[in-house]
């Protein structure tokens, strides 16, 4: 007949695989085992011919210092909406990306529309302010090399490895929320999809390293 053996619980073990020396609470099931017993009696259930029961007792690591935390940016984001503020955080080559909405929340009724305009901030600075963007947005690493889309006099254009590329187009479709968001923008390692307006017509586009 199967036995059941009594679980242990712990407070505190070390996760190597996760991070070395890394100290987490945890809950741990140890099957199996039974309770340490103050009489020194052995354990009520029988254990099956040919299993073996080993115990070996936890003990809590060196604790760790506690993190501490330097503000290195700060900005108004603007209105709670249905657009999330924080877009994303990257680093590469020694720098870090942070890519934000400014939500603007427009009430009118029981109905809630949001204006979202991108900024791209690297290293602490904005890329909007630095080279006079309406606004920046659909930061991604592709191929390892920075690449974003960018608003600049009323037309839309992209940004690989530092190089402006003029698209031409009117509209490129991002930060929508609810079933719009099904037009936003898809990113993959090496490539990027899109959907995009130019003098009324509305295109899928595709940009990326296909070779």
Request: hydrophobic share 40%; proline share 8%; with cysteine.
């Amino acid at each position: 007949m199967a036995t059941t053996s009594p679980i242990h619980s712990v407070s505190r073990v070390i996760v190597s695989d996760v991070m070395p020396g890394l100290i987490m609470p945890v809950c741990l099931c140890l099957g199996g085992c039974a309770p340490p017993s103050s009489t020194g009696s052995e354990p009520a259930a029988a254990v099956p011919p040919g299993l073996s029961v080993e115990e070996h007792e936890l003990k809590p690591g060196p604790e760790l210092d506690p993190l501490t935390f330097v503000p290195v940016y700060s900005a108004a984001l603007g209105d709670a909406c249905v657009v999330p503020p924080l877009w994303g955080l990257w680093a590469y080559e020694g720098h870090w990306v942070l890519e934000a909405a400014h939500v603007k929340a427009h009430r009118q009724g029981d109905s809630v529309t949001c204006d979202a305009v991108g900024e791209i901030v690297r290293d602490g600075q904005s890329l909007n302010a630095q080279y006079g963007y309406q606004e920046s947005f659909g930061f991604q690493l592709m191929d390892e090399k920075p690449f974003y889309f960018f608003k600049k006099g009323g037309e839309f254009g992209m940004s690989y490895d530092r190089h402006e590329i003029p698209l031409g187009y009117n509209h490129i479709s991002h930060y929508a929320c609810c079933s719009g968001a099904v037009a936003n923008l898809r990113s993959s390692q090496t490539m990027v999809a899109f959907f995009a307006g130019r003098d009324g017509t509305t295109y899928y586009v595709e940009i990326g390293l296909f070779g």
